[in-house]
């Protein structure tokens, strides 16, 4: 299946050429796709069997692939001249390998002096571990971010591959993408985007590193305002065993959630750590005390800062989301729709296709 070259997100005309990885390049593929990029991803030989697998037809939307065996010459000669029409360039390989395929900065400069180059890898291209393998979870786990995470009488819980390839990855891979595609268009110069996922998620964590050298955070795990230290920002089980979310932070939420729970604010005074414990115990009783729906309805509206914890197949019916159209079913394949929103220049998703020619694409990339 074709994808439409025809596109109206605010990245509209921007060519951006995608090796084929796994973890957080080819969400941004998909992120750069979503807002109007036309990406051509290069896959190995057979590797376009796999686009129509359930997690490929959403992460690899948008996009056509051509491919491409690296290790043969002429091939890499055809890379190449995609290459020298792009305006970036995302690859997800240890460092080294792009090198050694002939396909490096350098190289790639010689050909294309504006190219971004943008680099997505865990550890970074330099220091004592860039040549390791690793996982989000050991990205994360030396930056303080993982580390921060859980009960203090349990180990810290994997947060999915959320922090590492996702925050600290994806997202600072397509921010500095777009930067240096904005400096190449104002000096006619391109540059490396060297985007490491321990970088990125050290940079999420900035508040909490601020908040630690003023002496508002304690290394100590589950002792803190955001991470369930506090009574009044944690989840609480319900009668049915799901979760609801208390998030009420700011007094006068914290004060609407005691009049809808009912309880006397002279007697659970917000700061007042000592009465935590007490504080934690009323909680948990009274949410036990119904279904998590039920303490949906009586919450919805409010400015308690509650809300019901929903698992992924509950979420696309959450009214909230319904309303945004914030997910859709394609191809029987329910996904979340681009974000953030464009006025004036809507994104909008594509087909993940099969394979493509790439002399189809050098014809469409003139």
């Known amino acids: 299946m074709a994808v439409s070259t025809s596109k109206t997100g605010p990245l509209a005309g921007c060519r951006i050429v995608e090796f084929d990885a796994i973890g957080p390049v080819p969400l941004a593929g998909m992120i750069l796709a979503d807002l109007g990029a036309d990406i051509v991803r290069i896959g190995r030989p057979g590797s376009g069997a796999m686009t129509n697998m359930p997690g490929n037809v959403v992460l690899n939307r948008g996009r056509q692939t051509a491919e491409l065996n690296l290790k043969d010459d002429a091939q890499r000669d055809q890379a190449m001249d995609l290459i020298a029409r792009a305006d970036a360039l995302l690859e997800g390989q240890r460092p080294g390998v792009m090198e050694r395929l002939g396909l490096g900065p350098v190289d790639c400069h010689a050909r294309n002096p504006k190219l971004v180059y943008g680099r997505m890898t865990g550890w970074g291209q330099d220091g004592p571990l860039s040549q390791s393998a690793g996982h989000d979870i050991g990205y ?15 180990p810290p819980p994997p947060p999915l591959n959320l922090i590492g390839d996702y925050g600290g990855g994806t997202m600072f891979l397509v921010t500095g993408v777009l930067a240096a595609i904005l400096s190449a268009r104002e000096t006619g110069k391109g540059q490396v985007v060297d985007a490491a996922m321990t970088d990125g998620a050290a940079v999420l964590m900035s508040m909490f590193y601020a908040f630690h050298a003023g002496g508002m955070w304690s290394a100590e795990r589950h002792a803190n305002l955001l991470d369930g230290g506090t009574p009044w920002y944690r989840c609480y089980e319900t009668s049915d065993g799901g979760y609801m979310a208390v998030g009420a932070i ?7 959630l005691l009049a809808k729970l009912e309880l006397d604010p002279d007697e659970y005074p917000q700061a007042d750590k000592a009465g935590w414990p007490k504080m934690t115990e009323t909680f948990s009783a009274k949410f036990a005390s119904r279904t998590r ?4 309805a009586h919450f919805e509206g409010s400015d308690a800062c509650v809300a019901p914890v929903l698992s992924i197949a509950e979420a696309p019916s959450h009214p909230h989301n319904v309303a945004r159209k914030t997910f859709a079913e394609r191809n029987g394949i329910m996904q979340p729709m681009p974000a ?10 594509g087909e993940a296709s099969g394979t493509v020619p790439v002399e189809d694409v050098l014809a469409r990339w003139g």
């Open 340 to 349: 953030p929103r464009f006025s004036e220049t809507p994104a909008e998703i």
């Open 250 to 256: 700011e007094p006068q939420f914290y004060a609407e």
């Open 140 to 154: 994360i786990a030396i930056t303080g971010a993982l580390g921060s995470i859980g009960p203090k009488d349990a």
């Open 293 to 296: 729906d039920e303490w949906a």
